[in-house]
């Protein structure tokens, strides 16, 4: 796999191999994060993406292979030890505590007491809709204040790492902007690594690239030289 | 409640009105059948009972809920929690019996409680991706138990023991004399159900379960321990049912069937419910208990035999699954 040599990681992944019972999922996964960037994982659906982002934050941990946060190895820790480490956890679905009220989903994210009040202003400044639903059952909401609320959630600790899967996944277009506002936004504040299956909005996003090809990393760089290479678009992501 | 009845989803809405009904009928049904005294004392038997099963069937509901185990030792807990606290109380003889009421609840909650815990972390723990293997356990441990009560304390039942005297005095309720002691259990069920309430909606730890109920592997995600949580919520539950072990025990004293009879109350309320819905389990330990109670009395008016009771709950799950497959208060899955 290419890599361009960035040299201070925040994150650095190192050939993991991931299975989810007999299924060898990743088969040799490395991507490297740089502090403060944006990192986009490209492919097609079912290439492990997702897998990815799960065996970073422990969710289905790798079997064998490298994850190193901030200098620490983590792989093979809890999931509950990874997250208080510093990596919030966007899922695919949102997952967003139906029964909650939105001012309970963002309260049970709390790792000190006062962690919501101290980033209300950041919250609320990248997603004021929040505010009004705030004593709205999660379950109330639409698929766009349910995603802003699942990146709400990850922002009330001090997150040094997001993982964000699919934001804009079954968006309405004018949510999708909004919600590319946001994450743009958010990444003065944190690093983001991002799933995102939609190419446009990824390539106007992020500033690095990791492709994802049957379960291994292909390629990785810099997102302006991916949006120039035809060759290589057209060849993992199928977008012509 | 303007903003819990806004909050609601619609099929909860629907089910509240269903409740709401069906209460109303049964108490025109008994009023108009078996007059304003049998209607009265009716409904008290009928809330107590209730009351009794919803000690039981809310740890049941909490533990599928947050664990996805249905535990077939909840009765146990409960026979164990019943026997435990009666010995306890005969043990303690010479202590007045307040002290010996008092330590036969505490005796019978903290056995209990520390046995939930030995059972979660070291039986269940190592099945959770493994449900058909819980199943297995949980009924396994309840024969189990069931066995070594009868050895410990032998086949015969025990008596009802003497509440304390504040609790042994008597009441007239609609023409008939009633022991005091039946209100505090209605009044222990209610207390318990507002205080569970209290924990699931207003602190901190509740919320953590409430979520854990739908997405345990989010909660995870967010850096809470949810085993730790798993572990709290199992011995919560059995130390509820074991509270209603030895409630019992001085209003009906203690049998080895006694475990086996709730747990079955228990799981019919759980389902009518809905799988997992604390509030879900409070209403329909009420209606079942409501239910049996009329379906009793209608039975022993007309047939001279308690015919209706057990069938008549069985009957009411049944209609209930078929209008909310998912139980009253129960979540559709998507």
Known sequence: MKNDGASSLILDIQDIHTFIGEFHILEGVSVQVPPGSITVLLGRNGAGKTTTLRSIIGLTPPKTGQIMFQGQAIQGKPAHKIARMGIGYVPENRIIFRDLTVAQNLQIAERRKGDLDRKADLIFGLFPDLKRLYTLRGGNLSGGQQQMLAIARALVPDNSLLLIDEPSEGLAPVIIEQMMDAIRQLSAHTTVLLVEQNFQVASQLAERYVIIEEGMSVHAGLITDLVQNNELITTYLGVA | ?334
């Open chain 2, 1 to 334: 409640m303007q903003n819990y009845l806004a909050n609601l989803p619609p099929q909860h809405r629907r089910s509240w009105l269903l409740v709401v009904i069906y209460i109303a009928v049964l108490l025109v049904v008994s009023l108009a059948d078996f007059g304003l005294n049998t209607a009265g004392q009716t409904v008290f038997r009928g809330i107590l009972l209730g009351m009794l099963v919803f000690l039981v069937a809310s740890g049941l509901s909490l533990i599928f809920g947050l664990l996805d185990v249905l535990n077939f030792a909840q009765g146990a807990f409960l026979l164990i929690g019943a026997y435990v606290g009666n010995a306890t109380y005969d043990a303690l003889d010479a202590l007045s019996d307040e002290m010996r009421f008092l330590a036969a609840i505490l005796s019978a909650v903290g056995t209990v409680g520390v046995l939930g815990a030995i059972i979660e972390a070291g039986l269940i723990r190592p099945l959770y991706k493994r449900p058909i293997f819980q199943i297995v356990l949980t009924f396994g441990l309840a024969a189990i138990f069931l066995d070594l009560v009868e050895r410990v304390y032998g086949p015969d039942p025990k008596q009802p023991i003497d509440p304390p005297a504040l609790l042994n005095g008597k009441f007239t309720l609609f023409a008939q004399s009633l022991s005091t002691y039946r209100l505090f259990i209605i009044f222990l069920g209610l207390i318990m159900m507002v205080s569970v309430y209290i924990l699931l909606n207003r602190t901190r730890i509740g919320i953590i379960i409430r979520a854990g109920v739908q997405d345990a592997e989010m909660v995870q995600a967010l850096g809470i321990n949810v085993r730790r949580v798993f572990t709290l919520v199992f011995v919560l539950g059995a130390a509820l049912a074991a509270l209603g072990g030895i409630a019992i025990v001085p209003y009906q004293g203690a049998t080895l069937e006694m475990g086996n009879q709730f747990l079955i109350l228990a799981i019919v309320v759980v389902v009518i419910g809905g799988m997992g819905s604390y509030e879900g389990t409070a209403i329909a330990s009420i209606v079942v208990g409501l239910t049996r109670a009329v379906a009793e009395q209608l039975s022993l008016t007309h047939f001279d035999a308690p015919v209706l009771a057990e069938t008549s709950i069985l009957l009411l799950m049944i209609a209930v699954l078929l209008i909310q497959p998912s139980g009253l208060f129960g979540r559709e899955e998507a």
